[in-house]
C-alpha cells in the first residue's frame, strides 16, 4: 500500500517561513493536497493540484511536488496558522492516502 | 450554500451495527465523488470509503467487509454502514465531497459525527 510521511511536528517563528514536507515513492508523479485543521474542527483544503490554492486561502500559502517531496510553504506565519496539516494524494493500489499529519507550532 | 451534516453517531458496544448519514444541501451528492473519513482521537486523518460518481464503490482495508458506503439519491444524502464494531473504529467520522480530475481532493467537508465503540 502507498504510505505518506510527514514530520510530526514543525516550529517557526512569527513572520518567518515555515515548511512542511510529505514524503512517499514517486510522489512528484501524483497530485498532491494539503489540509490544515484546528482544533476541534474540520480540515480545510489550502492546496491542491501540488500548486493551487481555493479562493479565500491566503497568498502566503503555496505548494510545491517533484521526486519523492511535496512541500507545504506558509510565508510569514501567522498565529492563526498555528495548526495541523495533512498532505493527501490519490494513488491507484489504496486509492485515497494521508499523511500522518504535521502540527504547527507559531512560537 | 454547499454544506454537509453528519448525523447518526453515538454510543455502541462491540459487534453492533451503525448506521451514519450526511445530509447534502447547495449540490447533488450523486453527481459527485463522495468520501468517508475518520480520526480516532488524537490522531491523524484516515480514508474510510468513498462512492464514485458512477457508483462504483472502495473501502480502505481495515474496514473492506464490515462497512458499506452507499446514496439515497432522492434524499441527497450519503450513508456509512458499518457492521461488526471494533473498539479502534472509535472516532469523527466526517463525510466529504472529492473533486477528481487527474487530480484527487475534498473541498467540502462536514463537521463530523462522533463513533465510539466500548462495553
Known amino acids: 500500500s502507498y504510505e505518506l510521511t510527514q514530520p510530526p511536528s514543525v516550529s517557526v517563528s512569527p513572520g518567518q517561513t515555515a515548511s512542511i514536507t510529505c514524503s512517499g515513492d514517486k510522489l512528484g508523479d501524483k497530485y498532491a493536497c494539503w489540509y490544515q485543521q484546528k482544533p476541534g474542527q474540520s480540515p480545510v483544503v489550502v492546496i491542491y493540484q501540488d500548486i493551487k490554492r481555493p479562493s479565500g486561502i491566503p497568498e502566503r500559502f503555496s505548494g510545491s511536488n517533484s521526486g519523492n517531496t511535496a512541500t507545504l510553504t506558509i510565508s510569514g506565519t501567522q498565529a492563526m496558522d498555528e495548526a495541523d496539516y495533512y498532505c493527501?494524494?490519490?494513488?491507484?493500489?489504496?486509492?485515497?492516502?494521508f499523511g500522518g499529519g504535521t502540527k504547527l507550532t507559531v512560537l | 450554500e454547499v454544506q454537509l451534516v453528519e448525523t447518526g453517531g453515538g454510543l455502541i458496544q462491540p459487534g453492533g451495527s451503525l448506521r451514519l448519514s450526511c445530509a447534502a444541501s447547495g449540490f447533488t451528492v450523486s453527481s459527485n465523488h463522495m468520501s468517508w473519513v475518520r480520526q480516532a482521537p488524537g490522531k491523524g486523518l484516515e480514508w474510510v470509503s468513498v462512492?464514485?460518481?458512477?457508483?462504483?464503490?472502495y473501502y480502505a482495508g481495515s474496514v473492506k467487509g464490515r462497512f458499506t458506503i452507499s446514496r439515497d439519491n432522492s434524499k441527497n444524502t450519503l450513508f456509512l454502514q458499518m457492521n461488526s464494531l471494533r473498539a479502534e473504529d472509535t472516532a469523527v467520522y466526517y463525510c466529504a465531497r472529492d473533486k477528481s480530475n487527474g487530480y484527487y481532493y475534498m473541498d467540502v467537508w462536514g463537521k463530523g459525527t462522533t463513533v465510539t465503540v466500548s462495553s
Open positions: 462512492i464514485y460518481s458512477g457508483g462504483t464503490t
Open positions: 493527501q494524494a490519490w494513488d491507484s493500489s489504496s486509492n485515497v492516502v
